[in-house]
């Protein structure tokens, strides 16, 4: 069946109008009493949600809850705010599918590991944004990757999430037909990450297209796991094949972020550290310590342009 083409002018975006400031694209929520985001254990019936989160204006998400709530101890540290960062609590503490630390303005959230995981999370965050009335709110993935022909550390700002074939593009199947959604990020954004990264020290940072996949290990062309089909050759003729279409790096989640945020018109970017650089192995060897330090980049970047954007630091 031929797949269905909708970009951002596209069938859903003119059923309704929605003057809501966070946008959700589905009218059967306007009709619905109570809307329960099961897996956040929040629901507009048993909390005041604009009231605990009206005030959020930047959202950072990664697949770790124990490096999100790092974030949240880290961001709270860097915005100076009363109290100690160790008591904050997880709002999400009555489901163990996600974490969410609400640090100031800003929302700190796990999202697992792979599409489907980011997925669900994705759509019970945005109609969290909707129903707490937030306004001018970016999204951030903060994450690691596989670098494509980069040295490991290198953070990579994505330009354009790509699937398998390089195209910046997400499927999703909806009652039987593949839907196809645009995959292009706020160049705003990733243009002002890119700027911020020369300011700091010690934080290698390119701008890049990032390939999402469907797992780790075969549809990333690593030999290392339970099944193999294919040669070594074959790999690095693959990943020269990505390199040449401006892969730089190679994640899980980043298409159905990307198509999620630019259907309800949210400015979104990835930002992923290379954990080592794919054309030279497949298994993270760096020691504990430097994988730690390597993870803490993209949140020093994203916490600069935080602190930016409120005026904290000229």
């Keep these: 069946m031929a797949p269905i083409l909708l970009n951002c002018m596209g069938n859903e975006h003119k059923d309704y109008i929605d003057e809501s400031p966070v946008h959700v694209k589905n009218p059967n929520l306007f009709t619905m009493e109570e809307d329960i985001l099961y897996h956040f254990s929040l629901g507009t019936k048993t909390h005041n949600l604009p009231e605990m989160f009206g005030d959020i204006k930047f959202v950072c998400v990664g697949g770790s809850a124990n ?3 790092s974030f949240a101890q880290f961001i709270h540290k860097e915005l100076a ?7 904050i609590l997880d709002i999400c503490e009555g489901t163990d599918r996600y974490c969410m630390y609400k640090v100031g303005p ?8 792979g599409v489907p995981s980011i997925s669900i999370m994705l759509h019970e965050l945005i109609k969290l944004l909707h129903h707490a009335q937030c306004r001018d709110v970016v999204l951030f993935r903060l994450g690691t990757s596989g670098g494509v022909g980069l040295p490991a550390g290198t953070v990579v700002i994505t330009d354009k999430a790509v699937d398998y ?7 999703q199947v909806v009652l039987g037909k593949v839907i196809i959604r645009s995959t292009e990020l706020d160049e705003g954004v990733s243009s002002e990450l890119l700027k911020y990264s020369k300011e700091i020290p010690n934080l290698p940072t390119v701008i890049g ?4 996949t469907h797992d780790f290990y075969e549809g990333q ?3 290392d ?3 193999c089909s294919f040669s070594h050759e074959e790999k690095l003729e693959y990943l020269r094949k990505a390199y040449d279409a401006g ?3 190679i994640e899980m989640e980043s298409t159905v972020f990307a198509a999620m945020c630019k259907v309800c018109g949210i400015k979104a970017a990835v930002i992923c550290v290379a954990l080592l650089n794919r054309f030279e192995g497949d298994q993270i060897t760096s020691s504990h310590d430097v994988l730690v330090e390597y993870q803490q980049r993209p949140q020093i970047l994203v916490s600069y342009f935080i602190k930016k954007r409120l005026g904290l630091i000229a």
């Design 67 to 69: 490096r999100m709530k």
């Design 81 to 87: 705010l009363p109290g100690n960062s160790d008591d």
């Design 106 to 113: 800003v929302l700190s959230i796990s999202h697992g590991m």
């Design 165 to 171: 074939s390089f195209q910046a593009k997400f499927e």
């Design 209 to 212: 297209n990032t390939m999402c």
């Design 221 to 223: 062309g690593r030999l």
């Design 225 to 227: 796991g339970a099944l």
């Design 247 to 249: 892969v730089r790096n």
